[in-house]
């Protein structure tokens, strides 16, 4: 098992910029496949972006591609979320997401795959 805490939610302007991270504790960090996901007020979650075990490889939502960018430091315990150009729409509780040695790609974009989950933070873009 493994805890995920979140931080750097916000308000900010349209255009404007936050830097989420997700601090894990327990079980080894870099055993696990992260994902970021979102859910805003009377929306299912939906699938941000997600990242292997090494980082080698991330996977992104077409509607943040060119804007987000997920990364990971193995040595810190903790995945980011950089995100740029934000926009309106981009509203929602951000929560990630941890599974075990888990490989592959097809699964990363449902949240149903992942076992542990963050508690979320909050972002909110201003017009």
């Known amino acids: 098992q493994v805890q995920l805490l979140e931080s750097g939610g916000g308000l900010v302007q349209a255009g404007g910029s936050l830097r989420l991270s997700c601090a894990a504790s327990?079980?080894?960090?870099?055993?696990?496949?992260m994902g970021w996901f979102r859910q805003a007020p009377g929306k299912e979650r939906e699938f941000v972006a997600g990242i292997n075990l090494s980082g080698g490889t991330t996977y992104y939502a077409d509607s943040v591609k060119g804007r987000f960018t997920i990364s990971r430091d193995n040595a810190k315990n903790t995945v980011y979320l950089q995100m740029n150009s934000l926009k309106p729409e981009d509203t929602a509780v951000y929560y990630c997401?941890?599974?075990?040695?888990?490989?592959?790609?097809?699964?990363?974009?449902?949240?149903?795959?992942?076992?542990?989950w963050g508690q979320g933070t909050q972002v909110t873009v201003s017009s």
């Open positions: 327990g079980r080894t960090f870099s055993s696990y496949a």
């Open positions: 997401a941890a599974e075990f040695r888990r490989y592959g790609s097809g699964w990363y974009f449902d949240p149903h795959e992942y076992d542990n």
